[in-house]
């Protein structure tokens, strides 16, 4: 299910809790610096697409997953420019009407953009070259207490499993469940039609995921389960990983200062 | 084209850093506290069902119930695993789904993360667990009880938890509170009732086909006062917060002053707290912070009184 992409290369042969510190010094970097610093969104967009093509990643599908995820944002932004007071004005007109469409507001959401862009096309390198497991185990290092991470392993290996489940459970909806001529006709009925069943599936599912628990259960007892939760050594970090982690911070540093001094 | 939960997402780049910081360090103190009280109840069953509950939401998500227009809406889950597990136990499944969503699907943004958890999985699992917790002293038997106790909490599980990012957007400066707050509000005021009909019809499946799954919840454990009253907290102070900081007149009446039929309005037989303004309070700010708290009070009064009403008469009987 997740984007991961066996290969090999530079971003997949660097330590898990290495990229976790770059995906978060990208994103303070980001974050912090002023938001119409241009040069810096360039510098770091090249920096990322080097970094994608250096790992001989399929950067069209790279591409292809950043903008899918902008969408929904960008309909949340969307109306900021023609709501917003802000003068100077675009006006597009069109016989007695006219639309008035605020200038610099219509920047700022472009920057806004660029910015939660940039985060979401680190955090894509970052999975498409990281198993999801891996992902997870490693949040050990940064002391996400075990359980928390025992949660999210059990989560992660039954979602195949229940996505499936819900899968076969819309297409059996499709081929089987035909709605009554009243149900076809009325609209509201229609749709509550639909919610009825929808929210049938999924009390089936939750129904499902308690009597799943209850065996899995079982089967933690048989294999020795006394309530304390135990994790694996997470190896320490070698002088190598210290060193990138080192650079990572004086490189997010000089990204910062240097916007402030551009902006000056 | 979705009517999706993604609206509540919030990306990298939309909150300032203070405020990331800020819901994170909020979000991790109450996730350390549902942690205590899982590891004070020594109920090791409960680990395999969080994942598992977890999963089959995560999963419930992927179903999509047509709505009209070629629009389609999704369950969120923060009440459907509160009523189903406790309060404590749905702020740890809540944070697994919203942590997994964000990390491996880039659903919301890692510095937002925080925030996100915040809304999600704290203020929905607070405010659904105090609307379930009151209506259950209110509506106890019936054979749709449970239902509508569920769609009344999933309807201000989200509606609550959208107002808050809405608040958050606009603190951030992303976008003004008088466009982020009625725009994220009525959005998800529509989202709610789809959110809450979802949990009527679980809620009703699982009452008849595993009904025990419902009272293993619900019987026999008290109340946690603490979740309770923070519900009650944040819904009352988020529902106050934020028409004082929308300060732009209702959607309606601003369309009838543009168009020029507000004079045609014929007004209420009577008024008891006026536009949910205090007469007598001059600042406009504060009465209807006072507004707000008497509709609250008399809205707890109600309850009060049925409540006590029907306790008494099933003790007279």
């Known amino acids: ?264 | 084209m979705f009517i999706k939960q993604q609206l509540m997402h919030i990306p990298d780049g939309f909150l300032s850093l203070i405020l990331s910081l800020i819901l994170w360090v909020i979000s991790i103190i109450t996730i350390f506290i549902a942690i205590r009280h899982y590891t004070k109840e020594k109920n090791n069953q409960k680990l395999p069902l969080m994942g598992v509950l977890a999963a089959a939401i995560f999963a419930g998500q992927m179903l999509n119930f047509n709505v009209v227009g070629g629009t389609s809406g999704h369950l969120l889950g923060a009440a459907l695993a509160t009523i189903l597990v406790g309060p404590w136990e749905a702020v740890l499944v809540m944070t697994s789904v919203v942590s997994v969503q964000a990390i491996i699907f880039q659903d919301g943004g890692l510095l937002a993360l925080g925030a996100n958890i915040f809304n999600m999985a704290v203020i929905g699992v607070a405010v659904s667990y105090a609307v379930y917790t009151i209506l259950n002293k209110v509506i106890k038997k019936g054979k749709w009880a449970v239902g509508i106790k569920g769609f009344i909490a999933g309807w201000c599980s989200i509606f609550i938890a959208a107002l808050a990012a809405a608040l958050e957007l606009a603190i951030s400066g992303t976008s003004p509170a008088n466009i982020a707050i009625p725009a994220m509000g009525s959005i998800h005021a529509l989202i709610g009732i789809g959110e809450g009909l979802i949990t009527f019809a679980a809620l009703l499946f699982i009452s008849t086909s595993k009904k025990e799954m419902l009272d293993e919840t619900s019987k026999g454990k008290p109340v946690d006062k603490s979740v309770l009253v923070g519900g009650v907290i944040i819904a009352l102070v988020l529902a106050i917060l934020s028409p004082l900081a929308s300060s732009n007149p209702d959607g309606l009446e601003k369309v009838a002053e543009d168009l020029g039929f507000i004079s045609l309005d014929s007004g209420p037989l009577y008024e008891i707290i006026p536009d949910y303004t205090f007469p007598g309070i001059h600042d406009e700010r504060l009465a209807t912070i006072v507004a707000g708290v008497i509709g609250v009070i008399l809205i707890a009064t109600v309850t009060f009184i049925t409540t006590n009403r029907k306790k008494n008469s099933t003790q007279e009987k």
């Not at chain 1, 917003?84 to 605020?102: L, V």
């Not at chain 1, 499936?164 to 009325?186: F, G, I, Q, Y």
């Open chain 1, 1 to 264: 299910m997740s984007l991961y992409i066996k290969s090999s290369g530079f971003l997949y042969s660097l330590d898990t809790r290495v990229k976790w510190v770059a995906v978060v010094v990208i994103a303070c970097i980001v974050l912090s610096i002023p938001i119409f610093t241009w040069a810096i969104y360039i510098l770091l967009f090249s920096i990322l697409f080097s970094l994608a093509i250096a790992t001989q990643l399929p950067v069209k599908k790279v591409f292809h997953r950043t903008f899918l995820i902008e969408v929904p944002i960008l309909l949340v932004l969307l109306p900021l420019p023609f709501v917003e007071k802000t003068p100077p004005y675009f006006f597009i007109s069109w016989a007695d009407w006219y639309i008035r469409i605020s200038q610099p507001e219509l920047l700022r959401i472009l920057a806004l953009m660029l910015r939660s862009w940039l985060v979401i096309f680190t955090m894509v390198l970052f999975t498409m070259t990281t198993t999801a497991d891996k992902i997870f185990s490693s949040l050990i290092a940064f002391k996400v207490p075990a359980i928390l991470i025992n949660i999210i392993q059990l989560m992660w290996r039954y979602l195949a499993l229940f996505s499936e489940l819900a899968r076969s459970m819309s297409a059996a909806r499709v081929l089987r469940s035909v709605p009554s001529e009243k149900h076809l006709r009325n609209r509201f009925s229609r749709v509550g039609y639909n919610i009825k069943y929808t929210g049938s599936m999924i009390g089936s599912m939750l129904v499902r995921a308690f009597e799943r628990s209850e065996r899995i259960y079982q089967a933690m007892i048989l294999r020795g389960f006394d309530g304390n939760i135990r994790t694996i050594q997470y190896p320490t970090m070698q002088a190598t990983q210290f060193m990138q982690i080192g650079f990572l911070l004086i490189f997010g540093l000089c990204f910062i200062i240097g916007a402030y001094g551009i902006n000056r």
